[in-house]
Every structure is written in structure tokens, then in C-alpha cells.
């Protein structure tokens, strides 16, 4: 059912399903007026992906989650909140709800994140699903075709974190729909010491909400997805850095077997 896919994203968050992220945050330190928010730091003098939402659970003292199940004829929603307190990668108390919701007649699924904090915190909440719509676990997504509306990417540094903001060239503009794998080998993406896509990706400031801003296809099975947002920017991550889980079948994922886009 509907509601056991949710159920297990938000219950089985370690199985690479679900993730709430804090950015990547260059030297730890962001400006807040007169003061500076620091990030936690976890790699070299950044704070990378700080803020799992089974750790966020495992670090409570008191282990307590809420889950409302909701259902109507026409959809079906799980609602899923916690509480990080007494967590030193978080200022004050932050409490966080995510919903989403299942149109069942429209094949679409809605994520919803709502943060609220009684200190100044760093808060940056995403997913982190991935995605290969092949329906065939043998085969990576190298071929399916991607498009972003996107004019400006992040440069990465050798610690893949972001350090500026540059106009999309031929290797990072999918602004025209291409295959993943078309440059996904580029020299310069090896530079980048990202073997392949790890980018966020600026979306035009003037886009209309209602047009999807990224769009993902395997022309294959005729399998497409859609995203509508209202974030400004999706990170594109195909799976560069493997680590052998099982996710469909008994497969254990391999390199670009699947693409994030958080």
C-alpha cells in the first residue's frame, strides 16, 4: 500500500531512502548580522551532510517520534515529526515536521518540510531518494535523460564543497534534455573530485513554478519524473561513491546505478 512505501521511508531512513540534510557548508561559519552560525565540522573545516534524520532520532534522550497516518478518498498522507534537542550540530531546539502526501489519481507524491527553532540555527531540509527508473536493477542510469532548467552550477572543491557560483557551459547544461552520461566523464568533472555529478544546480530566478524544474526520463521503459519546486537550486548526485547497500531485490548498488536530485 501507499501508506507502507511511506511508512518504511520514514521508519528505515538508514537504508539510503530518505535523508534530511544540512547543506554543505563552506568553513563551518555562516554571517547572521553582527554574528556567525557555526556548522558542525565533520570533514577537514566543513560541515558535510550534517544532519541524517536516523541520527537525528538516535540522538534523542527520550527516542520519541510522531507518526499521523492520514487518509481520503483521493490520497493518502504520512506526517512525521521530531524534536532535536540537547544536539550540539543544531543551535536552540529545532523542531521538524516532514509530510507527504500521495495523490493517488494523479500519480504524484508531495514532500512538505516545516522547520521552526527558539535560537538562530542552520536548517537546510531535503530528501536524498534515489532514483533509477529502468526498473531493472542491472542497469545504471547513465542513459537516462536528464533536464534542468538551471543557468548557474556550484564549483566544487576537492572537499566537494561548493565554493562559487558559475554559469552552466556544455558539460553542466541540461537546460536541452542529454543523457547522464554524456559528459559525465569529462575531465573536468574529475577536477571537481566529484566523479561525476555532485553539483547543485541554480535554477533561473524568473522560472514559473507551475513548469517542472527538473525532469527525468528512461525512454526505455517510458518510466518520467517530474519535479516542482519552490527551493532554488537541486543537487545532482549520480551515485559516485557507492557503498555496497541493498536497495531493490537483493542489488547491491554500484557506481551511477542511480541519480539523487535533493
Excluded at 557555526?38 to 537525528?56: I, P, S, Y
Excluded at 556550484?154 to 537546460?175: A, C, G, Q, R
Aim: charged share 30%.
Amino acid at each position: 500500500s501507499i501508506y507502507k512505501i511511506l511508512h518504511d521511508i520514514v521508519q528505515k531512513s538508514n537504508k539510503i531512502v530518505e535523508k534530511i540534510n544540512a547543506t554543505n557548508w563552506n568553513h563551518r561559519k555562516i554571517e547572521n548580522g553582527e554574528n556567525y552560525l557555526q556548522a558542525v565540522k565533520n570533514l577537514q573545516d566543513n560541515g558535510l551532510d550534517t544532519g541524517r534524520l536516523d541520527e537525528l532520532i538516535d540522538k534523542r534522550k527520550d527516542k520519541k517520534q510522531e507518526l499521523e497516518i492520514i487518509r481520503n478518498k483521493d490520497e493518502e498522507m504520512v506526517v512525521f515529526s521530531l524534536s532535536a534537542k540537547d544536539d550540539d550540530r543544531f543551535n536552540g531546539n529545532l523542531d521538524i515536521q516532514v509530510k507527504y502526501t500521495v495523490k493517488l489519481n494523479e500519480n504524484t507524491i508531495k514532500i512538505e518540510y516545516f522547520a521552526r527553532t527558539n535560537e538562530d540555527s542552520l536548517c537546510n531540509l531535503t530528501n536524498h531518494t534515489y532514483f533509477n527508473l529502468s526498473g531493472n536493477g542491472k542497469k545504471n542510469i547513465l542513459g537516462h535523460y536528464l533536464k534542468i532548467s538551471a543557468d548557474r552550477y556550484t564549483k566544487l572543491n576537492e572537499y566537494l564543497i561548493p565554493v562559487s557560483v558559475e554559469k552552466v557551459n556544455k558539460i553542466m547544461d541540461f537546460n536541452i534534455e542529454k543523457k547522464i552520461g554524456e559528459d559525465i566523464y569529462a575531465p573536468m568533472l574529475k577536477e571537481h573530485n566529484a566523479f561525476g555529478y555532485d553539483h547543485a544546480f541554480l535554477f533561473e530566478e524568473k522560472r514559473e513554478l507551475f513548469n517542472p524544474a527538473v525532469e527525468l526520463v528512461d525512454k526505455e521503459s517510458g518510466r518520467s519524473l517530474s519535479i516542482y519546486t519552490s527551493y532554488p537550486c537541486v543537487v545532482v548526485y549520480t551515485c559516485n561513491y557507492p557503498k555496497g547497500e541493498v536497495v531493490q531485490k537483493n542489488h547491491n548498488i554500484e557506481l551511477h546505478d542511480a541519480v539523487c536530485l535533493e
